[in-house]
């Protein structure tokens, strides 16, 4: 049975055509609003872009897992931090997001590289942002340091 939790809500206003307009991005919460535009996505110019946002909400998302999971393995973490790097490529048929590298490092007393492992592989397929890319190529490198 489902059971509906909750709605998350974000925004984003542009105007102008594709290369010279410019957005703006706010979340919902409140926590967080800033600009984007064709620089700050396709170039290197200064901004956010959608790409940058999935990677967040999917690190964030992978981080909170991970140490639930070994939480409920008896392993509490003192830290988990990841990184995720989304790549964007052009194809063929335009842009295309052709994958995902999580790396992730936690800090967890008690547990073995073998059993980290296990966990962090776990998560990458089970985290709530994971099952919803998972149409994309994702890999994972995680490391382990003791207390």
């Known amino acids: 049975m489902e059971t509906h939790l909750m709605d998350r809500k974000a925004e984003a206003r542009w105007s ?3 290369k010279s307009g410019k957005g ?11 600009p984007y535009s064709f620089m700050s996505r ?5 901004g956010t872009n959608p790409e940058e946002l999935l990677g967040a909400a999917h690190a964030g998302c992978y981080s909170m897992a991970l140490a639930h999971a070994l939480a409920m393995g008896g392993h509490p ?4 931090k990841t990184t ?3 790549h964007l490529n052009k194809q063929d048929a335009g842009f295309a997001i052709t994958g995902i590298d999580l790396v992730t490092h936690g800090v967890v007393p ?4 073998e059993e980290f492992q296990r966990f962090a592989e776990e998560t990458k397929t089970n985290c709530i942002v994971s099952k ?6 994702m890999t994972l490198k995680a490391t382990l340091a003791s207390g």
């Open 16 to 18: 102008g055509d594709l």
């Open 24 to 34: 703006t991005v706010h979340l919902g919460s409140r926590a967080f609003e800033g």
């Open 42 to 46: 396709f170039e290197s110019g200064s």
């Open 77 to 80: 973490a003192t830290s988990v």
């Open 84 to 86: 995720a790097t989304v």
């Open 110 to 113: 008690g547990v073995s590289a």
């Open 132 to 137: 919803a890319l998972s149409a994309v190529p």
